[in-house]
């Protein structure tokens, strides 16, 4: 398993190591161990796993707020994404700015997100699955987002006109947002 620093501190892609042959594959999709040995310390409480079966959906830009704040374990397991992450971390180096990957089945990539950024995926195919790994439970009450093409963030988006949730076309703007989240560049 290879973990790549992004340039946003905390973001990381993870490629794991595929071992193939006639029959299919295996990879090791998360270890502690080797997090960890990265300055990865994660415990996942939840595991989702989400289906868009038409390409041009678009889900996000989610997050939880504290206290309920959640690091994201993500890939792709059937199709492919676009996923976009934007740094909402107060005091960062790349507050306001996103990082995007393309993840689907045939790369494996993985990203980890860590707390304090929004996060949304488009689907680039059809019949996508999406999974992924948190640390912390669901909270309604915690539930937020950032607007998919606040024009302020300037998101290269390769679709203009997605398929959205009604709670997705009604989020905020980033300017908008008195965020919570707090950069500790120790962590």
Request: proline content about 6%; some cysteine; hydrophobic content about 40%.
């Amino acid at each position: 398993m290879e973990i790549q620093e992004t340039g946003f501190p905390g973001l990381f892609i993870i490629k794991p190591a595929v071992h193939g042959d006639g029959r299919g594959f295996f990879l090791e999709s998360w270890s502690r161990r080797v997090f960890a040995e990265h300055g990865i310390e994660v415990d996942f409480v939840q595991d989702n796993h989400a289906r868009s079966v038409k390409r041009g959906v678009l889900r996000g830009l989610h997050f939880q707020a504290p206290p309920a704040a959640q690091s994201k374990l993500v890939r792709v397991t059937r199709g492919a994404v676009y996923d976009v992450v934007v740094d909402l971390r107060v005091g960062s180096p790349t507050y306001g700015k996103w990082h995007a990957e393309t993840l689907s089945e045939e790369n494996f990539l993985q990203m980890f997100v860590p707390k304090g950024f929004a996060h949304a995926y488009l689907t680039l195919t059809d019949e996508v699955e999406f999974q992924y790994k948190v640390d912390a439970f669901y909270s309604p009450e915690c539930d937020s987002g950032i607007f998919w093409n606040d024009p302020d963030l300037g998101i290269d988006w390769p679709e203009q006109d997605p398929i959205l949730s009604d709670k997705d076309t009604h989020l905020q703007r980033l300017r908008d947002f008195a965020s919570p989240f707090r950069f500790d560049a120790a962590s």
